[in-house]
């Protein structure tokens, strides 16, 4: 498994595959090919099904800006991931210079015939010596640590800063999006809501009020990211709502110092690390599943730490946070970021930390290990039709008709 680097990515929405990840590529391939007369960029497979709708053109010809880029939808897949991309550069005599064919594997990742693909500001991925909770459930028992020192041992004190920075740009993306309202883009006339419902949840009662600050905080991230802004993939952007608002929930009813909150963020980072690892968090290749799913995954061994949870609970958390959302479909309305995106951060993030209460009454024995349920995540993904695998083409996508979107 790689750094946390890796995972926690910070970037403009709305989609880490579909909108971040084309985006690194492209400042990649310029930078190695800057003179050429003419660009084409190729976009394959769901790149091409739900790119308009995921600004993959927008995000990539900011890139590009100042150099002629023309863009080709082609609705064919590449072998190697729902999400390919051909970059091409010609000279003024139509002479092809370079090409690079490449996939966005999702969290803003990229893969190529040779492997990962790093931004010259990452570091060499560091390789955890673990990579499945049933054999670092083990090693932290014997050395009685929690896993957010395992995180630390295999990191070093340099990821603290780094998830300093992480969280103060989640908190960010709250605010911004605590303070906006209108209309987001795309012609779904999907008014914001957080805002609304962060007022209307301080007049509530204790209850209703959880939901409701937990919604209010999942939707300011989700509707930000909706509207291109700067969010961090947790582990997607389309799922970058339900961690941040767990922990700010959390961390505003606790009153956590910061230091906890960094611990918190490794304890979930290595929940989504294990998930990327041994299944994926791309909504093309396993469906909504791997964003919503692991995101949830994520804030619940979170919270249950925070709760003062073992590391049993904490796995057991995990799970009951994936195996609860096993089969979900991606299936984005005009292929947008919103419907049903934004409201699954609502609830994911209510679900985690409902999910951190039953836990905590439990001593956290259970049968199905998170290991287990990520791979039947991983398998159930791969099964699904492609209808269902961000290509916009069934599902929820097919309920709205096109002259119910106004361009
Ligand atoms: S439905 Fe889920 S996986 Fe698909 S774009 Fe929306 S958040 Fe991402």
């Known amino acids: 498994m790689n750094s946390l680097k890796e995972l926690y990515k910070t970037g403009f929405g709305p989609s880490s595959s579909h909108s971040m990840g084309p985006a690194f590529a492209a400042e990649l391939f310029l930078k190695g090919c800057p003179a050429a007369d003419r660009y084409v960029l190729e976009l394959y497979g769901s790149l091409s099904a739900t790119g308009k709708g995921h600004l993959t053109d927008l995000s990539v010809g900011k890139i590009f800006a100042g150099h002629p880029l023309q863009i080709l ?122 805002s609304s419902l962060y007022r209307k949840s301080r007049m509530s009662g204790l209850h209703s009020r959880r939901t409701g600050l937990l919604s209010a905080y999942a939707h300011a991230v989700a509707e930000e990211n909706a509207e291109g802004g700067l969010v961090v993939t947790a582990p997607t952007c389309g799922s970058a709502g339900v961690l941040p608002s ?40 396993v469906g909504c599943q791997g964003e919503i799913g692991a995101a949830c995954a994520m804030a619940a061994a979170a919270a249950t730490f925070l709760y003062g949870g073992s590391n049993r609970q904490v796995e057991y958390a995990a799970e009951m946070g994936l195996e609860h959302f096993l089969g979900l479909t991606c299936d984005p309305v005009a292929g947008l970021v919103q419907i049903p995106c934004i409201e699954r951060n609502a609830f994911a993030s209510t679900r985690a930390l409902s999910i951190a209460d039953y836990v905590m009454l439990t001593d956290g024995g259970h049968r199905v290990s998170l290991d287990g349920v990520i791979h039947a995540m991983s398998e159930t993904g791969h099964d699904l039709p492609s209808l269902y695998r961000e290509t916009s083409l069934g599902g929820l996508a097919k309920e709205l008709k096109d002259n119910e979107i106004h361009e």
């Open 73 to 194: 939808w082609k609705k064919e897949e590449l072998p190697g991931h729902p999400n390919g991309m051909i970059f091409r550069a010609f000279d003024n005599q139509g002479n092809q210079m370079d090409s690079w064919q490449v996939y966005s594997v999702g969290g803003g990742a990229l893969r190529d015939q040779k492997g990962a693909v790093l931004l010259e500001s990452e570091k060499p991925p560091i390789l955890y010596s673990h990579s499945s909770m049933n054999k670092l459930l083990a090693y932290c028992e014997d050395r009685g640590m929690q896993f957010w020192e395992y995180v630390r041992q295999q990191e070093g004190e340099v990821l603290e800063d780094y998830l300093r920075k992480i969280w103060l740009t989640m908190e960010d993306a709250i605010q911004r999006g605590l303070d906006a309202s209108g209309v987001l883009p795309g012609g779904l006339t999907v008014q914001r809501k957080a």
């Open 246 to 285: 767990v922990l700010h929930y959390l961390s505003e009813l606790l009153k956590l110092k910061s230091h906890l909150v960094v611990q918190a963020l490794e304890t979930a980072g290595l929940v989504g690390n294990l998930i990327k690892h041994n299944a994926s968090i791309s909504g093309a290749e």
